[in-house]
């Protein structure tokens, strides 16, 4: 079994930064691409981020320049580094994992609970 924990959440002033951080951890064979996701209140759910393990990133056009997501293979964690934050990116942030448990099984999606941010003056 993965487990997948966000932290780092919390609230801030318009322009200003937080850094989210998400582990994988338990019985890891293989984590794939990881990601944050979204939903803000009425919302569906949408992509922020991905990263895959050779370093390859996307993000989505309302987050691009301001948002950094990095990683760190050796401990199966993922950043997020939000800068300039606007009341727009007042959300929970989920975290995903893909892991593959052996050579050849296929990728399973794995969520955390979600850290809320909250923009606002």
């Known amino acids: 079994q993965v487990q997948v924990v966000e932290s780092g959440g919390g609230s801030v002033q318009p322009g200003g930064s937080l850094r989210l951080s998400c582990a994988a951890s338990?019985?890891?064979?293989?984590?794939?691409?990881m990601g944050w996701y979204r939903q803000a209140a009425g919302k569906e759910r949408e992509l922020v981020s991905s990263?895959?393990?050779?370093?390859?990133?996307n993000y989505a056009d309302s987050v691009k320049g301001r948002f950094t997501i990095s990683r760190d293979n050796a401990k199966n964690t993922i950043y997020l580094q939000m800068n300039s934050l606007k009341p727009e990116d007042t959300a929970v942030y989920y975290c995903?994992?893909?892991?593959?448990?052996?050579?050849?099984?296929?990728?399973?999606?794995?969520w955390g609970k979600g850290t809320l941010v909250t923009v606002s003056s």
């Open positions: 990263i895959f393990s050779g370093g390859s990133t």
């Open positions: 338990g019985r890891i064979f293989v984590i794939g691409v």
């Open positions: 995903s994992a893909d892991h593959k448990s052996t050579l050849y099984s296929t990728y399973q999606e794995y």
